[in-house]
């Protein structure tokens, strides 16, 4: 049976057709009462943006979310998990004031930044998949012990994982540093004839397995911990993993994940998709990129996958905002912009996996 996805265009002529009332009609359509019993605590997953970027979600729309659960009966807080890469939320506390930097502040969202795998992303509970890749995954400790969950995704592109949205959320974002390991598992090569020996690769990689030797960037491959922030940084593309070998192993890890993390209490969460600002990166880079195509929309349901689905078609339906370029005129804009990697297996195995199903109908609200 076809999963019911609720999508709001992004047309506006009156105040009862803002975003914020969007919002609250989508989470209005979930039904948040079914899936929130009453002064049960709540989680937001939700990502607080790499300091410098600035397409990540937009505290009032999140507030508005923070609202709606407290109207269902709920106890909301925000949470988000330790990155693997150096940068301004690699710590507990560093993230933090990047959130707070960004507006997520409890003035503005209405609701306490409880970051859920502790000080050095430490701490997590593992739980039993018997998947492909992992038998046992380690998610984050608070994500896994809150009794329900919202999860609010930027849906936008990735390097990695060809686009991020509601599953990549649950995946990386819901795992702790050793999990987020798991999930990489792989390390990256240099290109000596490429290297220009910049040495950005070098300062931001937060294994020191990176260094300079005769002028050219060196990599020691038993402390890589592939978090692949070096890929990111290189101006010359001179540090890469195999493709070929490699992303669909890494993108069904991501998955498996993903659905570790909602194994055992899919009818306590919900998914909330904002498909606007689609940049190419995720909003680790410490920047923003300009868009891919307009924006889309906003889009909810009960299934990740089915959500990110029609999240993918609608993307797929819109307009290039970069026309003349590479690949611009195809439907998938991620694989023009990307084209290494293969975004949709994440949609294809969550399927097989059973973190949903990629069938869906779409609801106008």
């Avoid at 590479?326 to 294809?348: E, H, M, S, Y």
Wanted: hydrophobic content about 40%; glycine content about 8%; overall charge positive.
């Amino acid at each position: 049976m076809p999963a019911t996805v609720y999508y709001a265009d992004m047309h506006c002529r009156s105040h009862e057709d803002s975003k914020i009332a969007k919002v609250a009609r989508l989470c209005e359509a979930l039904n948040l009462k079914k899936i929130i019993k009453k002064k049960e605590l709540t989680a937001i997953k939700l990502h607080f943006g790499e300091y410098g970027n600035d397409t990540h979600l937009n505290p009032t729309l999140v507030r508005q979310v923070v609202e709606k659960i407290i109207e269902a009966g709920g106890k909301p807080f925000l949470t988000d998990t330790t990155t693997l890469y150096s940068g301004s939320r690699h710590n507990a506390v560093d993230h933090m004031q990047t959130a707070y930097a960004h507006g997520f502040t409890p003035a503005v969202v209405h609701a306490p930044v409880i970051l859920a795998d502790g000080l050095y992303g430490e701490n997590d509970t593992p739980v039993r998949i018997n998947c492909k890749h992992f038998t046992e995954v380690h998610i984050a400790t608070e994500i896994r012990r809150a009794p329900a969950m919202v999860v609010l995704s930027h849906f936008k592109g990735h390097e990695m994982a060809g686009f991020g949205g509601a599953i990549k959320n649950l995946a990386m974002g819901g795992a702790a540093v050793r999990g987020k390991k798991a999930q990489h598992a792989t390390h990256v090569t240099v290109s000596e004839k490429k290297c220009v020996g910049c040495a950005k690769c070098v300062k931001v990689c937060p294994q020191h397995a990176l260094s300079m030797k005769s002028k050219k960037s060196v990599v020691d491959i038993a402390k890589c911990i592939g978090c692949f922030e070096c890929i990111t940084v290189c101006p010359e593309k001179a540090i890469s993993i195999n493709w070929e070998t490699e992303m669909q192993p890494f993108i069904e890890r991501m998955t498996e994940y993903a659905y570790g993390t909602v194994k055992g209490r899919k009818k306590n969460i919900c998914y909330i998709n904002f498909v606007l600002n689609v940049t190419p990166d995720c909003d680790c880079a410490p920047w923003s990129d300009m868009q891919l195509v307009p924006d889309v929309g906003i889009l909810a349901s009960t299934d990740p996958v089915a959500l990110d689905q029609a999240c993918f078609d609608l993307v797929s339906k819109a307009p290039s905002l970069t026309p003349g370029t590479p690949g611009a005129d195809i439907t998938d804009k991620f694989t023009a912009r990307w084209p290494n990697t293969c975004g949709t297996v994440q949609l294809a195995y969550g399927e097989a996996v059973g973190l949903g199903s990629r069938e869906y109908k779409l609801k106008k609200v």
